[in-house]
C-alpha cells in the first residue's frame, strides 16, 4: 500500500479522507466491526488538496455512521499531563487480577476521533526477553479500572450489547464466551 501510494504521489501519513473512504466501503459492505491499529493521536496534516482539519472532520463522520470502529491507544508509565477522562470506555469487570503494570497516562486519539468512537483498544505489546512476542494482556489497568486489549474490544463491540467480564482461575468469562488464560 505504501508503495502503490508513493508510486502515485502520495506519501505517508496518508490523508485521513482516505481512512473514511476504506470505512465507507467496510460500513456498507457489512462488517461488525473495524479495527484501526494506528495511533490517530495528532491532527491530520494540511496538504496542498486538502486541509487536515477538514479530513479529520470526514474521518470523524465515517466513524459515527459506522457505529463499531475500535481506535488504538497507548498506555504509558510517563505523565503525558493528557486531560483525556475514558471513563467511557472503562469494562464492567468482576474479579480482575490487579497485580499488572499500573499505567500513569493514555496516548488518545484526537477529540474528533475520540468523541465519534464508542470503542477503544489498548495497543501495548511487550516482547518476551527474547524480542518475540507470545502473549497480551486481555486487559489493562488504567487509574483504579480496566481498559480492554484491541481484540477484546472488537469482540465487544462485535456484539453491541454491554458485556460483563468475569476472571476465573483458569479463564476468562467474556459475557459467556471462554477465554483459556495461563501464565
Known amino acids: 500500500s505504501l508503495k502503490y501510494f508513493a508510486d502515485n504521489g502520495i506519501s505517508w501519513p496518508w490523508p485521513r479522507n482516505f481512512y473514511a473512504h476504506l470505512l465507507g466501503y ?3 459492505s457489512g462488517a461488525k466491526s473495524v479495527v484501526f491499529d494506528l495511533l490517530f493521536y495528532q491532527t491530520d496534516i494540511d496538504r496542498s488538496e486538502s ?3 477538514a479530513t ?3 474521518f470523524a463522520s465515517a466513524i459515527r455512521k459506522n457505529g463499531n470502529v475500535i ?3 497507548q498506555l504509558t508509565q510517563e505523565d503525558l499531563g493528557s486531560h483525556f477522562d475514558p471513563a467511557r470506555f472503562y469494562l464492567d469487570f468482576a474479579n480482575p487480577d490487579t497485580t499488572s503494570n499500573q499505567f500513569n497516562d493514555i496516548l488518545a486519539p484526537i477529540d474528533p476521533l475520540l468523541h465519534a468512537t464508542h470503542y477503544l483498544g489498548i495497543a501495548n505489546v511487550e516482547p518476551d526477553p527474547d ?3 507470545r502473549r497480551l494482556p486481555l486487559f489493562y489497568p ?3 479500572h480496566f481498559l480492554p486489549q484491541m481484540a477484546v474490544s472488537a469482540f465487544l463491540s462485535s456484539k453491541n450489547t454491554p458485556i460483563r467480564l468475569n476472571r476465573l482461575p483458569k479463564h476468562m468469562d467474556i459475557g459467556g464466551t471462554h477465554v483459556p488464560l495461563d501464565n
Request: glycine share 16%; hydrophobic share 40%; net charge negative.
Open 26 to 28: 467496510l460500513t456498507e
Open 51 to 53: 486541509d487536515g482539519t
Open 56 to 58: 479529520d472532520r470526514v
Open 71 to 73: 481506535l488504538a491507544s
Open 131 to 133: 524480542g518475540i512476542i
Open 142 to 144: 488504567f487509574k483504579g
